[in-house]
């Protein structure tokens, strides 16, 4: 039962990465940037939903809804303040840029929230149930955050197959000149992309703080890290990547603090995506395209 | 008045003056080919008309309104199409969906409308609609591109290179294509390498050296002035 316990923990965390790891992916699949402030904008989902919740006494739901808004909020005005005034410039700018940001994000929070650790209550409570006789328990948050995973991942593959503006954020994606050349807006195209990501580093953000209750301006950065080598795990701007890679990564890092070192799981994370980056160097998903002529 | 014209272009990459001064015209109808050697501002001079370059001087009209700071994304909106050199589909998306992002700023009953058109013309882009682009060969890809810019019935069409790298067989069959697009309506502006294939169904043509109009005339004519003979059409 140990290792089924450790499996579906280790899934939960991994699909917290993997929701994470979607807006990494997204992004740097439309803008072609690796927006390192992402992991901080977890952290600002999280505290707008503490803060709705102990400070304002609103239901988690709609305290969940308003990080989202608020998350939404900030990736499109970090996107638009930040990035687009760099959209041709060479990507070390942009790198170090999403580098400022994301300190910018983490001294905001310090300044507004102090550097004491906020004490999170769950979403959905701690409630948990039993199985096999009451040798298996699961907490509901796992659950939750494993369903949401689920319902993220279909609904984006969804939007992105089916709906004409995820096939022109495909298209984006893809081509921007002949996206352009399509009646595309690419400016649009890349702020509606940040808009989503972000919002579902809010979801993440609830989802981690739930789990793992301790809330600080630095709540967001190892997530955003290790959501991003999941990314890149499952191979960069590739959405079922993320989701493989984040749920990889989940599993090895709780098996990893389970049965070798809890110390050492960081560096085995780490050390796992080397690996593949060895022998994959495109990611487990990553595709080379090769060009027809 | 002319549907496109354009006066004293002058277009930059960095430092580099790629277009000094070209100006020419096209006619609602016609088809007019732009033709020269590697590097003399061809494609330079569509992707500025398209909006993908911004002109540092210069003017460009099109059915009497300045395209000059119009972004790229409007252009199809204007009539515009540009099927770009080196065909830019989008490899990972099906065929149909790629015919679909061409019809991007249309009414969806309408484009649908379109794309029989679309596949009435090009009969093999329906027998593979749901294939991805990235699998059809070479001359497949440039009806893909060119079927996705007439998806967004454009007055103009602007052709890059559409016969780079075809077999001479399908670089007829495209020529064919454009010819009878042209008898459908659409003005069609042209950029080949393939000088005489393109002389030869063009109306009118302009011979650009170095960023600059050298020659221009009747398509006929030209193709049988000594000088573009020797220059372009291999003696």
């Known amino acids: ?293 | 008045m002319a549907l496109l014209t354009v006066s004293d272009l002058h277009v930059y990459y960095g430092s580099i003056h790629a277009i000094k001064g070209v100006g020419f015209e096209v006619n609602e109808g016609e088809i007019v080919t732009l033709i020269g050697a590697n590097g003399a501002g061809k494609s330079t001079t569509l992707n500025t008309v398209a909006g993908l370059l911004r002109p540092r001087k210069g003017e460009i009209t099109f059915d009497g309104e300045s395209l000059v700071g119009v972004p790229a994304h409007q252009m199809i909106r204007r009539g515009i199409a540009l099927c770009p050199e080196g065909r830019r589909v989008f490899l990972q998306m099906s065929v149909k969906d790629n015919l679909a992002m061409g019809a991007f700023t249309r009414d969806p009953a309408e484009a649908r409308e379109t794309m029989e058109r679309v596949y009435e013309r090009f009969p093999r882009l329906h027998e593979r609609r749901h294939q991805s682009a990235g699998t059809l060969s070479g001359g497949e890809q440039q009806m893909l591109a060119m079927g996705r810019a007439l998806m967004g019935k454009p007055r103009l069409i602007m052709l890059d290179e559409p016969s780079m790298g075809l077999a001479p067989i399908l670089v007829q069959e495209i020529f064919d294509i454009i010819r009878a697009l042209n008898e459908g309506g659409t003005t069609v502006l042209l950029v080949e390498q393939n000088a005489s294939m393109a002389l030869s169904i063009a109306d009118r043509a302009y011979v650009l050296d170095t960023g600059n109009v050298t020659m221009d005339g009747d398509a006929d004519d030209l193709a049988h002035d000594p000088r573009v003979r020797d220059a372009y059409l291999g003696g």
């Open chain 1, 1 to 293: 039962m140990g290792i089924l316990s450790n499996l579906i923990n280790g899934a939960s965390l991994g699909s917290i990465y993997a929701i994470i790891a979607l807006g990494y992916t997204m992004v740097y699949g439309i803008a072609k940037m690796l927006n390192f402030a992402h992991g901080d904008v977890i952290m600002v989902g999280g505290y707008t939903c503490f803060c709705c919740m102990s400070y304002l006494g609103v239901h988690p739901a709609l305290a969940v809804l308003a990080s989202v808004v608020v998350c939404t909020l900030l990736g499109i005005i970090v996107e638009r303040l930040a990035y687009k005034p760099l959209r041709n410039a060479p990507s070390l700018d942009v790198l170090i840029t999403a580098i400022g940001v994301s300190y910018f994000l983490q001294n905001a929070a310090l300044l507004i929230w102090g550097s004491d650790p906020k004490s999170f209550t769950s979403v959905v409570g701690t409630g948990s149930f039993t199985l096999f006789d009451g040798q298996l328990t699961i907490n509901v948050t796992t659950l939750v955050a494993v369903v949401a995973n689920i319902v993220v991942m279909v609904a984006l593959t969804l939007f992105t197959q089916r709906t004409k503006m995820g096939k022109s954020m495909r298209a984006v994606s893809e081509d921007k000149g002949a996206a352009q050349l399509m009646g595309i807006n690419v400016n649009k195209t890349i702020s509606m992309t940040f808009a989503i990501g972000s919002g579902l580093a809010a979801i993440a953000g609830v989802l981690l703080c739930s789990a793992y209750p301790t809330l600080m301006p630095t709540t967001g950065a190892m997530p955003g890290i290790k959501a991003f080598v999941a990314a890149v795990l499952g191979g960069i701007g590739s959405i079922p990547g993320a989701m493989l890679g984040g749920i990889l990564l989940g599993i090895i890092e709780i098996f990893a603090r389970a049965y070798i070192s809890s110390q050492m799981a960081d560096a085995i994370v780490f050390g796992v995506l080397i690996v593949v980056l060895l022998i994959k160097p495109a990611g487990l998903l990553g595709k080379e395209i090769r060009e027809k002529v």
